[in-house]
Each structure stands twice: as structure tokens, then as C-alpha cells.
């Protein structure tokens, strides 16, 4: 009576309980049993798709506990300038967009991505005069690798209204010439307030961007993802409705709010149907921000915050990338737990890139869990190796002696920062490599298994979803991947290239390979 059954597999189940099995069949999109080939043709019937995976691994559906999806779409239909693009030099930058000025009528919005100062000859960020060289008919909008950094052109400049008088936002930095006090056109932290000026793509744009971008999360196995951005607000809800309801966005999505939606929805200014197990709210993102020398929110704002999240029920999750703004972020949840103690929280620190044993053991205390992108380590490490401090990096992204100290551990790829494969981060994980084959600190090294348990079960933690989600069990979601390799057997080096052969969400086959 099962609607698909998969045989002949090398079932990893990632349940302690019955950590093997041959193969899974799966009725109304949840999984009946996980059993012996034998059990399985038992229930055939004639409408049954049976499918033999000859010897192939099958796992749980990926989880990214952290990526942007908007941010995900509309880097499908902006210009790319990550180094792995060819995107070298300034003048690599310029290049693109003359090809796109040259198609573009004037007065409309160029938008590029991903650029990397590390990555080009010049060693420093594009400015406005190298962007007004190639138009001075288009506004430009660059974004940088992280997207908290932007680079406009001066008729950007202009339209958006920063002149050499405006003052620097509260929460943002305006580069300036440090002769004449210019602005150079580099703004960081500044996508709140450029959001608001400058129009965003059209639907119509986003949606091709999203149907790229959902195929490419479902050939990497992703049947999960949470969306972590900041600015999470109701219009992002109804996008996110749009793409569900039209089918461009099949993985299973939890939206975090920012934490000024957040106080609209609890003063009832929006209200959103959640449904549990394709589209809901996660929880609510702080971003602890240092670019400024200085910590913002302040700790007691800070604190405050996090009470009032932590009361309503909510998760908190607080972005948190330097050992100072995590000793805050960890400060702060302290408090709330203090005034009300409540045993299973789950509040959350993404990120946490800087992290000392010590800090580690006063996270696993509280309770807090953390948020990693592994495959930073690959795509970033050879950077970090450069640039920084000895002091920082002998605590970077220390993975082992967080899960040793005790810390529940959740795997993410906070896509399109870096790209989503999980196989990249589990193999960054297991090997602590870089891109180039240089090694970032040895003794963090995990286990493939335990890599994958950040991805599944620890990751469906992070929204209390474990019930549902991340091990191969009766009565959990019908959600797998059969991969063309055993990351836990064939050699790590291995991992990166090891291929998702066919995706199943729901029960059903929404991606196989070619
Ligand atoms: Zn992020």
C-alpha cells in the first residue's frame, strides 16, 4: 500500500536506534518503514513506484538552518561578481557592466553581487568614479560577498541622496575620500536604508530567479531551508506564499522575522497563516553588529531585546560573528533566562565564528545553540589564513570543541553568501580544506557522520522540527536523497564531488540527476 518504495539502498537512517536499513516506503508523503528488502515487497501494489538504488546511499533531505532566499533569487538575474565568475579586477567588474549598460535603456538599475576585495588584483573595494567610467547613464548598485557592504555609482549616489553633507546613518558607516570628504560610494550596513530607495526587482524577475535558484537547492538534496534575513518582513511572507502556492520554491521554508516585524506582528499589525509543514515562521533575527568599533544594539538594549522575544515564546536568533559580539549575544540570552528560566529555548547564535573553549562551555550551559557555515572554511579559509589576527584564528569556527563542549551544532551555508552544497560543507567539515588545499586548524576536524547530523537531525532542532525531520523514521516526512557515494566509507577528499542522485520531498521524486 506504499505510494514509492526504495530498494536495495544502503540505508543511513542517522536514527541511533536502527542506524541501518535496505531501503524506505513512503505513504501520503510520510515514511511508513525503514526495513529489510524482503518487508518491502510486501507492500507493492501495482501503482507502487519502486525504485532499486542499487547499493546507493540514501539519507535524510538536507536542512540549510541559514540562507536568504530573496537574496538567492535575485542573484540568478543580477550580474555575478564572485571570483569564481572570472571576476578578478576592477576592471573584470567594469567589464560586466558595460555588456549590461550596453542592453540596458538608460536610467535603469544595474545590479551586481558577490564581489570579493580580497579576490581582485587591486586589493580594495570598486568606487563610484571606477563605476562612473563605464556609465554615467545607469545608477549602479554592487553588493559585496557579504551583503553588508554596498558600492553605488554618483548617479546612485544622487537618487538615493547621499551627498558629502549627509550625516552617517546610526547604524551604517558612508566611506568618505579621506581628503575631501567625499563619499567614495562604499556604504556598509546600509541595505536597510538602500532598500528603501531603490526599487525592487519585479516580480516577474524574482520569480525567474527563484525557479533557478529551487532547482538548484533540490539537486543539492535541500528539502529544508530557513530564511535568516534580517528584514524579514510581511512582503517577504507573501513572496515566499507566492513562490510556495506557484510551486517555484519546493523545499520546506521557516522565515525568520527582523526584530522591528517582529514587534508589528505582536502588536497584531500582520497576521500570517503558517502552515506547519511547507511554509512558517521561525524565529527572530538580531544582528550584532561591530563594523563601527562599537557593539550594536548595546548590551542592555541588547538584553532587553532578546527578554522580550525570549517572553513571547519566541526563538531568538542573534547573528553574532567576533568573540565579543558573541560573549554579548550569550550575555544577553543569560539574561533573559535569569528573569524567566525556561529549560528548552533553543535560542540560537548564527554564525559564531570566533568561539573559545571556555565561551563554548558557557554556551552549552545555557543552552545556546549555534548556527555554523562549514563551508566558509572551503570557499573563505585561504582569506582567514591571511587576514586574520593569530589570536582569532586559533578559535575560527571551532566546530569539534563546540560539539565537545556540549553545544548543539547546526550546519547552514547562509546561501548566496557562498554557495549551498551541502557535500561542501560536510567535506570542509570532515577536513577542515580550503579551496586551494591549505588546512584550517586540523584539531576541528569532525567526523563525515557527525557532519551529516548537523545538516539533519540538529538543523531540524533549530525550529524544533526533530520530530519530523532530519533521521529516516516511521512517521516522519517523506523527505531523502540518494547520493552516489558513502560519505561515511569512501575517503573524505572525496566529499565535495559526491553527487545528489535524485531528490524526494514529500514523498515525491522532485529532482534526479542527469
Ligand atoms: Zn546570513
Not at 70 to 86: D, F, G, I, K, R
Not at 90 to 105: E, G, H, N, R, V
Not at 337 to 355: A, Q
Not at 379 to 405: C, Q, W
Request: aromatic share 6%; proline share 5%.
Amino acid at each position: 500500500m506504499a505510494d514509492l518504495i526504495l530498494l536495495n539502498a544502503n540505508v543511513m537512517t542517522m536514527d541511533p536506534l536502527h542506524p541501518k536499513a535496505d531501503g524506505v516506503d513512503i505513504k501520503n508523503g510520510k515514511i511508513l518503514s525503514v526495513t529489510t528488502n524482503d518487508d518491502l515487497e510486501k507492500w507493492k501494489r501495482k501503482k507502487t513506484i519502486t525504485i532499486d538504488c542499487k547499493g546507493k546511499t540514501v539519507l535524510p533531505g538536507f536542512i540549510d538552518a541559514h540562507c536568504h532566499l530573496y537574496a538567492l533569487a535575485e542573484s540568478h538575474v543580477t550580474l555575478n561578481l564572485e571570483p569564481h565568475h572570472n571576476v578578478r579586477s576592477i576592471s573584470d567588474i567594469q567589464t560586466k557592466i558595460k555588456a549590461s549598460s550596453q542592453q540596458l535603456p538608460s536610467g535603469t538599475w544595474i545590479r551586481g553581487r558577490g564581489y570579493n576585495e580580497f579576490y581582485l588584483a587591486e586589493k580594495r573595494h570598486p568606487n563610484r568614479w571606477d563605476l562612473d567610467q563605464v556609465t554615467s547613464a545607469h545608477p549602479i548598485k554592487l553588493t559585496h560577498r557579504t551583503g553588508h557592504a554596498h558600492v553605488l555609482n554618483s548617479l546612485a549616489l544622487q537618487i538615493v541622496g547621499i551627498s558629502n553633507e549627509t550625516p552617517d546613518p546610526l547604524d551604517g558607516l558612508i566611506d568618505r575620500d579621506v581628503k575631501t570628504g567625499e563619499p567614495t560610494g562604499l556604504l556598509y550596513r546600509m541595505g536597510d536604508f538602500l532598500s528603501r530607495k531603490i526599487p525592487p526587482l519585479e516580480n516577474h524577475q524574482l520569480d525567474r530567479g527563484m525557479k533557478v535558484a529551487n532547482d538548484e537547492l533540490l539537486s543539492m538534496g535541500i528539502t529544508s531551508i530557513q530564511d535568516a534575513s534580517s528584514h524579514n518582513a510581511i512582503e517577504q511572507w507573501k513572496m515566499f506564499r507566492r513562490w510556495k502556492d506557484t510551486g517555484f520554491l519546493k523545499p520546506r521554508v521557516a522565515m525568520m522575522l527582523g526584530t522591528e516585524s517582529f514587534s508589528a506582528y505582536r502588536k497584531q499589525d500582520f497576521e500570517i497563516q503558517t502552515d506547519k509543514s511547507q511554509l512558517r515562521l521561525g524565529g527572530v533575527k538580531i544582528i550584532l553588529d561591530e563594523t563601527t568599533g562599537h557593539l550594536r544594539p548595546a548590551q542592555a538594549e541588547l538584553s532587553e531585546t532578546v527578554l522580550g522575544i525570549h517572553q513571547s515564546g519566541f526563538q531568538a536568533c542573534l547573528h553574532a560573528v567576533e568573540e565579543k559580539a558573541v560573549e554579548a549575544a550569550c550575555s544577553a540570552i543569560e539574561y533573559a533566562l535569569r528573569k524567566f528560566p525556561k529549560p528548552d529555548h533553543r535560542h540560537r547564535i548564527e554564525h559564531c565564528s570566533v568561539c573559545s573553549p571556555s565561551l563554548a562551555k558557557k554556551l552549552a550551559a545555557l543552552g545556546i545553540m549555534v548556527v555554523t557555515q562549514p563551508s566558509f572554511i572551503y570557499y573563505s579559509g585561504d582569506r582567514y589564513l591571511r587576514t586574520v589576527p593569530a589570536e582569532e584564528l586559533k578559535h575560527l569556527y571551532p566546530i569539534r570543541t563546540l560539539l565537545k563542549s556540549g553545544v548543539k551544532v547546526a550546519a547552514s551555508s547562509d546561501c548566496p553568501i557562498a554557495p549551498a552544497n551541502p557535500m561542501t560543507g560536510i567535506y570542509a567539515a570532515a577536513s577542515r580544506m580550503t579551496e586551494t588545499g591549505e588546512e584550517v586548524l586540523s584539531e576541528e576536524k569532525i567526523t563525515p557522520e557527525e557532519a551529516l547530523r548537523m545538516y539533519g537531525e540538529t538543523a531540524a532542532r533549530t525550529t524544533f522540527d526533530e520530530g519530523i525531520k532530519g533521521s529516516i523514521s516511521p512517521g516522519k516526512l517523506g523527505d531523502l536523497v540518494v547520493l552516489n557515494g558513502d560519505p561515511t566509507k569512501d575517503p573524505i577528499n572525496e566529499l565535495k564531488d559526491m553527487r545528489v542522485e535524485m531528490t524526494i520531498l514529500d514523498g515525491q521524486i522532485v529532482w534526479e540527476g542527469r
